[in-house]
């Protein structure tokens, strides 16, 4: 009968994920350790285990550490790196159980009601679980209980099984920080000579639930199982697909672009739902004699809008040879991107939209990465505020703004005849006399020291912003370090 079966649930915690995942990349020989600015402050986020026995620990100031271990190799913790590689984890571990779900930033937690006997027993189960994790580098302490609050307080002090029904007896020596209380809660129960979870136990409830509410007792009854407490998994992310099998075989653009519509409408109605656009569109035709096709449509942007993606297909579509037919139109969004609802009003302007419909149309037939457009690039050096990249790149930097203005057009430096750091009165440029009508300035831009290769070596600039009684408007530098004065751009 499935209701004698008991619930039982395995924690996964990974003490060092972030540095496992960098390690495993790029082994080091010694003490090494991610750091992450908080607090105005760089400090240690995650260390591997030499680092720990040389006494360093997590939160600790990068300097201090340096301090204590000289040798100690470091590298930038990449957060959303991590996160990326947990949820990696979490479908990795459904080869155990139909239910897993994240647990913090560093663990997993799984429902493995049912599944133990498939492995030979809960044992077996979890050395098959460390085994692979440690073949992989990866660190891992593991705890299996009736409740996930049992679970977790094995896994991370105490790494063990519970036997069914009998949590206690496993729990009783732990800490009581293994009941997933603050820390503050437990500084105050130390204090009243309460240091285990045995000794919560057997204390009277009725105080402790004055004194501190009722988040102790309810950690403390959801570990022992007398409060439920659900695992809830991740879903699967939102596929994008559609497909339909044709009784009789198709062969006619309009038919097949009439299928494609159809298909196109269901999986634009998913991407508004979940508020996203699709990037690269996969349309796979596939032939009665077996063969198969596939066409792919790369947007300039993410879109969801059926009638302005449809007729991208047609190039495509019309370059297939069907041969005896087609009976089977696939289709799928292999890459989304977050795609905001917008207002629509009647001042809407359409002029972006026909722009991205233009540059995915030539993309067709040259490639999307082929087309090409000036993106912001994150600087204050003028030669580095500005990069040559695809026009279907996210634009990371559509909503920078300048503090000062910048010249619409602009050139190497290009020298001219001054003395001072003053803008000269007149000066020639382009074989044309100028005379200096009004000047606005310095800006100073100093090297970016913190990068290799730099091309301003040992300079500094200052930027004057100058009216001619000639009417053109330049951009003129002055550079202190080698007195003289160049030309850059140019404003409208």
């Not at 997590?58 to 990326?84: K, N, T, W, Y």
């Not at 000579?193 to 102790?216: M, Y």
Request: proline residues 8%; aromatic residues 8%.
């Amino acid at each position: 009968m499935f209701d004698g079966i008991r619930k039982r649930v395995v924690s996964m915690w990974f003490p060092r994920l972030a540095s496992d995942r960098v390690l495993r990349a790029r082994p080091v020989d010694g003490p090494f350790a991610l750091t992450l600015e908080t607090d105005n402050a760089n400090r240690l986020y995650s260390l591997n285990a030499l680092a720990e026995r040389q006494g360093l620990y997590q939160g600790m100031s990068f300097s201090d550490a340096r301090v204590f271990c000289p040798e100690l190799r470091s590298a930038p913790a990449d957060p959303a790196a991590d996160e990326r590689f947990l949820h990696a984890l979490r479908r990795w571990a459904l080869r155990y159980c139909p239910w897993a779900g994240i647990e913090g930033r560093d663990g997993l937690v799984l429902d493995i009601t049912g599944s133990a006997h498939l492995f030979a027993g809960e044992e077996p189960m979890l050395a098959d679980m460390r085994q692979r994790l440690m073949r992989a580098g990866l660190s891992v302490r593991l705890g299996l209980g009736d409740t996930r609050g049992a679970a977790w307080a094995l896994a991370r002090h105490g790494e063990g099984i519970a036997a069914p029904g009998d949590p206690l007896a496993a729990l009783a020596p732990l800490p009581v920080a293994a009941l997933r209380l603050e820390a503050g809660t437990v500084t105050a129960l130390q204090r009243l000579g309460l240091r285990t979870v045995r000794d919560l136990e057997g204390a009277s409830r009725a105080p402790l639930a004055r004194r501190f509410g009722p988040t102790l007792m309810r950690r403390l009854d959801q570990a022992m199982g007398r409060q439920p407490e659900q695992v809830s998994p991740l879903g699967d992310p939102p596929h994008y697909g559609a497909r339909t099998t044709l009784p009789e075989p198709i062969g006619l653009v309009t038919d097949v672009m009439g299928i494609t519509a159809r298909l196109l409408d269901r999986i634009c109605a998913g991407l508004a739902e979940n508020e996203a656009g699709a990037r690269i569109l996969h349309l796979t035709l596939h032939r009665v004699d077996q063969g198969a096709h596939t066409i792919e449509l790369r947007l300039a942007r993410p879109g969801r809008d059926a009638s302005r993606i449809l007729p991208l297909f047609e190039r495509g579509i019309r370059d297939f040879d069907a041969g005896f037919g087609i009976d089977l139109v696939r289709l799928e969004a292999v890459e989304v991107a977050r795609l905001p609802p917008e207002q629509t009003s009647h001042t809407t302007n359409a002029r972006a939209d026909r722009l991205d419909d233009l540059i995915s149309r030539i993309g067709t037939r040259i490639g999307i990465d082929n087309v090409q457009k000036f993106h912001p690039v994150d600087s204050h050096i003028p030669e580095r505020a500005f990069a040559l990249r695809p026009a279907s790149a996210p634009r990371e930097g559509d909503g920078w703004t300048t503090p000062r203005p910048r010249p619409v057009r602009m050139f190497s430096p290009e020298p001219i005849a001054g003395s001072g750091p003053q803008p000269p009165g007149s000066f020639r440029w382009r074989r044309m006399s100028f005379t200096t009508a009004r000047a606005s300035g310095p800006e100073r831009i100093a090297p970016e020291w913190w990068l290799e290769n730099e091309s301003w070596h040992t300079g500094l600039r200052d930027y004057w912003r100058i009216s001619t009684h000639e009417g053109r408007r330049l951009w003129l530098f002055y550079t202190p370090q080698h007195p003289g004065w160049f030309v850059q751009g140019e404003f409208p």
